[in-house]
């Protein structure tokens, strides 16, 4: 309670850490898996490339942007936009970074996938109340590079060669979630069990918190954060990485992109797509492992398809060992789970349940 029911609260939480005393938004964790070193007096902003059309926000990803497009974008907004201060950095797809030198965290953003079809200029930046003389300026600063992005992007290339096509642009950029570099205790110094720990994902995000948490991150080759990933391929290093690791955190961002597109046949594929081709071959293979392997089942926050935006509600999850004795729940979804044996935890109690057992 208190913070934004977003990706970078949550799998933090997941995680164990205490969000009160490590949050910084997402600019800094996106920042450590980029592999930008943030400086003293840096500031970090998560930016995505997205798409606004006749006054509104149409889509938070720039219309399913590719990582190849959108470097040559940030190259463009950093020639015109950058400068001694002010830096682009590429990220994944349409997620980026924005640093600026300087920059107050004190400030009110509204990230982009939870306004689809909003009008963008009352979402504009502003002060956080009681920091307004502190934090006037980055604001200022900032609503003044969305407008200049939203002038500068559409002149390129790319983005002409979208709208002859009739599809959607990157046509504007959208900040939101920064602070500066957390402290975060790695998961070895909290947990006794963990020695060694890996995490598998597409996300800059995800990878960016198992850095700070003492993963090593794990790159899967085909792996996108779309419905389209490589499922298979994230299985089997979630596997090579059991065999060496204490600990394996793996991610997958399909069902959350197509929840905010709307999209319910595609969120249900991906579900699907999850049990069988994730899922199921990690736990088959964690059978004949010698050494005994806990599994947990969870997702980070929900993003029902008729909202198409995160909700801050209790997520189910199913925690599973050879010879755990079972409760009466029969099937894993939102309504069943209500019912479970674990009960209602809360900030690190999922986290210390998990490592018990």
Not at 63 to 91: M, P, W, Y
Not at 95 to 103: C, E, F, M, N, P
Not at 175 to 180: A, E, F, K, M, T
Not at 255 to 265: I, N, Q, S, V, Y
Request: net charge negative; aromatic share 8%; proline share 7%.
């Amino acid at each position: 309670e208190g913070f934004p029911p977003g990706s970078e609260v949550a799998n933090t939480a997941i995680l164990g850490y205490d969000l009160n005393q490590v949050y910084e938004g997402r600019g800094p964790l996106e920042a450590a898996s980029i592999g930008y070193d943030m400086q003293p007096g840096d500031f970090a902003i998560r930016c995505n490339l997205i798409t606004v059309e006749e006054g509104k926000i149409v889509t938070h990803n720039g219309g399913n942007l590719q990582t190849a497009d959108a470097r040559v974008l940030i190259d463009f907004l950093n020639e015109h936009l950058g400068s001694d201060r002010v830096k682009f950095i590429c990220g994944i797809q349409y997620r980026h970074l924005l640093v600026i030198k300087g920059g107050s965290k004190h400030i009110v953003c509204n990230p982009p996938h939870d306004h689809p079809d909003e009008p963008w200029q009352p979402l504009l930046v502003k002060p956080e109340e009681g920091y307004e003389q502190e934090a006037e300026e980055t604001a200022r600063l900032l609503n003044d590079l969305i407008v200049k992005s939203q002038e500068l992007l559409p002149t390129h290339p790319y983005n002409q060669a979208k709208a002859a096509r009739g599809e959607r642009q990157a046509n504007s950029i959208w900040p939101w979630s920064g602070g500066y570099r957390p402290a975060m205790p790695t998961l070895q110094q909290q947990y006794p069990q963990v020695r060694t720990g890996a995490v598998i994902s597409a996300v800059d995000l995800i990878q960016g918190i198992g850095r700070y948490a003492g993963l090593r991150i794990v790159k899967v080759p085909g792996a996108t954060g779309l419905a389209d990933t490589n499922y298979e391929g994230k299985a089997q290093a979630a596997i090579d990485a059991l065999k060496q690791d204490d600990f394996v955190f793996v991610h997958v961002e399909a069902t959350d992109e197509a929840g905010h597109d709307g999209d319910l046949d595609l969120k249900l594929k991906a579900i699907e797509y999850l049990d069988q081709r994730l899922i199921r071959p990690i736990y088959e293979a964690t059978l004949t492992m010698a050494e005994p392997v806990s599994i947990a089942v969870l997702p980070d926050h929900l993003t029902p398809v008729e909202q198409r935006i995160h909700v801050g509600e209790p997520v189910p999850f199913l925690i599973y060992y050879k010879g755990i004795e079972p409760d009466q729940v029969q099937q894993y979804d939102e309504v069943a789970c209500v019912g479970g044996g674990y009960g209602l935890l809360r900030l690190n109690q999922f986290m210390q349940t998990f490592m018990s057992v």
